[in-house]
């Protein structure tokens, strides 16, 4: 079970990434509206981007849970990250509902702090639990 738990979670925490670095990319070529012929584009990221960060939260604090040396300290980090796992959930929706998604939307979806936030989270949960073996 814990193995299972620390692969969805880190399977989570690959995803975020490489949307995000997806995102990045897709933001600096410029274009004022997606290609419908490319079928594995920015339409693809955004729906994994958005399946990572719904249940994020859940899956951390059952990982949690499964690591003897983690007190309750993390309890204040984990009511960040589902904070912040929320609000960039939100914004992902927000952009997926949009008719067009061009490189401007992206890009300023990336400026947001909120999911700048969440990308540091993740990097700041996995390097955690890295210390705990």
Same mark, same amino acid.
């Given at each position: 079970?814990?193995?299972?738990?620390?692969?969805?979670?880190?399977?989570?925490?690959?995803?975020?990434?490489?949307?995000?670095?997806?995102?990045?990319?897709?933001?600096?070529?410029?274009?004022?509206?997606?290609? %419908?012929?490319? +079928?594995?584009?920015?339409?693809?990221? $955004?729906?994994?981007?958005?399946?990572?960060?719904?249940? !994020?939260? =859940? /899956?951390?604090?059952?990982?949690?849970?499964?690591?003897?040396?983690?007190?309750?300290?993390?309890?204040?980090?984990?009511?960040?990250?589902?904070?912040?796992?929320?609000?960039?959930?939100?914004?992902?929706?927000?952009?997926?509902?949009? %008719?067009?998604? +061009?490189?401007?939307?992206?890009?300023? $979806?990336?400026?947001?702090?909120?999911?700048?936030?969440? !990308?540091? =989270? /993740?990097?700041?949960?996995?390097?955690?639990?890295?210390?705990?073996?």
């Amino acid at each position: 079970m814990s193995d299972e738990l620390a692969n969805d979670l880190k399977d989570r925490i690959d995803t975020i990434e490489e949307a995000y670095e997806f995102m990045l990319a897709y933001a600096a070529q410029g274009m004022e509206q997606e290609d %419908p012929k490319e +079928g594995g584009g920015i339409r693809a990221f $955004l729906p994994k981007l958005a399946d990572a960060l719904a249940e !994020l939260h =859940d /899956v951390a604090v059952k990982r949690v849970a499964t690591v003897e040396s983690i007190g309750d300290d993390w309890e204040e980090f984990l009511t960040i990250l589902k904070d912040d796992a929320l609000k960039a959930h939100g914004l992902v929706l927000f952009a997926m509902s949009q %008719p067009s998604v +061009g490189s401007e939307l992206i890009d300023n $979806l990336n400026a947001t702090n909120h999911i700048r936030t969440i !990308l540091t =989270d /993740v990097f700041l949960l996995d390097s955690a639990f890295s210390a705990h073996g």
